[in-house]
């Protein structure tokens, strides 16, 4: 049974930096195809992609907050860690992680967020 | 980054109606489309991917189609259970994007 939960600071004033920690079981960032991802949602909006970690350390970002972001993981903890510089009020978001799934179709694989953390409230305000 | 536009943005059905909603690519995403479904203070919950492929558990009364641009999720009958906001996701490219909502109410 995989499950994901995130962890962090619920508020943060402005240019602060945001860490969160994605805590995870079911499953190892060390088998080939597996990622996680991080996604957050501004109230009433619709998610937004952020970043990703694959199993082999690659890594990739949107590219509107690539400057500010920063993805880890540690597989002997079964973590990964979102970083976040420059926080401002806009950032104020539920944020997820989200266990990046391999399905066989045809002859490939399919890759898709197939199970995601309950969310982490993060509000940012002065 | 590839724009994604559902349509309509809310929806009032009754229990039972058979409802389509529709979610269209700003280019060409071939088959990478995912449908999920988020009920409020939930994580969303993954319902179809790769068009029409139902994820394990999902009932039977939902269905995905569309190729290239143009994709639809209908919901054959609907149930109590199926009053909840529905999203599209493209994961053609980089940076996967979704689709702004459908809010599906109870009429």
């Known amino acids: 049974q995989i499950t994901l939960k995130e962890s962090g600071p619920t508020l943060l004033k402005p240019t602060q930096t945001l860490t969160l920690t994605c805590s995870f079981s079911g499953f190892s960032l060390k088998t080939n195809g597996v990622g996680v991802g991080w996604l957050r949602q501004s109230p009433g909006k619709a998610p937004e992609w952020l970043a990703l970690?694959?199993?082999?350390?690659?890594?990739r970002y949107t590219p509107s907050l690539q400057t500010r972001l920063t993805i880890s993981k540690d597989t002997s903890k079964n973590q990964v860690v979102l970083r976040m510089t420059d926080v401002e009020p806009a950032d104020t978001a539920t944020y997820y992680c989200a266990h990046r799934g391999k399905y066989p179709i045809l002859n490939a694989y399919y890759h898709v967020f197939d199970h995601w953390g309950q969310g982490t409230l993060v509000t940012v305000s002065s | 980054d590839i724009q994604m536009t559902q349509s309509p943005s809310s929806l009032s059905a009754s229990v039972g109606d058979r409802v389509t909603i529709t979610c269209r690519a700003s280019q060409t995403i071939t088959s990478y489309l995912n449908w999920f479904q988020q009920k409020p203070g939930s994580a969303p919950k993954l319902l179809i991917y790769?068009?029409?492929t139902l994820q394990d558990g999902v009932p039977s009364r939902f269905a995905g189609g569309g190729s290239g641009t143009d994709f639809t999720l209908t919901i054959n009958g609907l149930q109590p259970a199926d009053f909840a906001t529905y999203y599209c996701?493209?994961?053609?490219?980089?940076?996967?994007?979704f689709g702004q909502g459908t809010k599906l109410e109870i009429k």
């Open positions: 996701q493209q994961t053609y490219r980089t940076p996967q994007t």
């Open positions: 790769a068009t029409s």
């Open positions: 970690i694959y199993w082999d350390d690659d890594k």
